[in-house]
């Protein structure tokens, strides 16, 4: 039988968000509980896919040599509490790209499943925006939405979404998610 998988946003899910992007690893915190909730999941089989999109590339606020230094942090970090990522997907371009993997667009979710030969239906997608929501349904994911973002923009994913599972914070989505199964 397969591992199952679930996919996270980033920034508001598994680390605090700010309005002026995460640009260091300096400024990279990650959300009390967060860390050890994927190890959980990590320790109960699970395989855990990053989507997020970082338009702050393409607005020149951060390169993305400092992005993977970020993310070499996170998994450093992740690492000490028991767990890890099997696969990071990113975004670079901005908004006005209208590219197909800026989130809503499905793109980056399409390749976590090419990438690690899953059929999305059904897969969990945990994150703070309408935006991930709508990425998560272009693909037959599952949805779930967490309090830890930005909370105005996880207000606005409640107004247009009111059907989906909204857990405090990712250790509360684990849980749920590890009760499951």
Partial sequence: ????????????VINYDSRDYIKSVDEWRPIPGSLEAI??????????AVASNQAGIAHGYYSEADLKHIHTHMAAELAKAGGRIDLIVHCPHSPDAHCDCRKPAPGMLVE???????DLAGVPFVGDKASDVAAARAVGARPLLVRTG?????????????????FPNLAAAADSLLGAN
């Fill in 1 to 12: 039988m397969a591992r199952p998988l679930v996919i996270l946003d980033r920034d508001g």
């Fill in 39 to 48: 190890a959980r999941l990590n320790a109960a089989g699970w395989r855990v």
């Fill in 112 to 118: 976590i499943g090419r990438r690690l030969g899953v």
């Fill in 150 to 166: 930005l909370a105005e923009r996880t207000a606005a994913a409640l107004a247009i979404t009111p059907a989906v599972e909204v």
